[in-house]
Nanobody, 126 residues
């Protein structure tokens, strides 16, 4: 499995931006499809964005479409989530996840992923 460590969370105001990072170590990062998920207090973990191993295909959850951008830097073994125009409802712990995959598919289900980071808190005040 790959080890994942998120960073970049914090307390911001509505309308601000944040960039989350997820540093991967262990097995070859580039053989993994990656995703971002979030979990608010009292709610289930939900899909935010995902990116494929081949071709960098991306998909986003409707609530973040047009505001968030997922990307990956293979040379740095790092996954990113650029979050713009943040809203109070974006407040949650954000997790990155990895799934062994060598194709051009992305994955949106929590159960599809084998490795998870510890999470980073994002709090958006109104």
């Amino acid at each position: 499995q790959v080890q994942l460590v998120e960073s970049g969370g914090g307390l911001v105001q509505a309308g601000d931006s944040l960039r989350l990072s997820c540093a991967a170590s262990g097995r070859i990062f580039s053989s993994y499809a990656m995703g971002w998920f979030r979990q608010a207090p009292g709610k289930e973990r939900e899909f935010v964005a995902a990116i494929s191993y081949i071709g960098g295909r991306t998909i986003y959850a409707d609530p973040v479409k047009g505001r968030f951008t997922i990307s990956r830097d293979h040379a740095k073994n790092t996954l990113y989530l650029q979050m713009n125009s943040l809203k109070p409802e974006d407040t949650a712990v954000y997790y990155c996840a990895a799934k062994q995959a060598r194709g051009s598919d992305y994955y949106t289900a929590v159960r599809a992923y084998e490795s998870w980071g510890q999470g980073t808190q994002v709090t958006v005040s109104s």
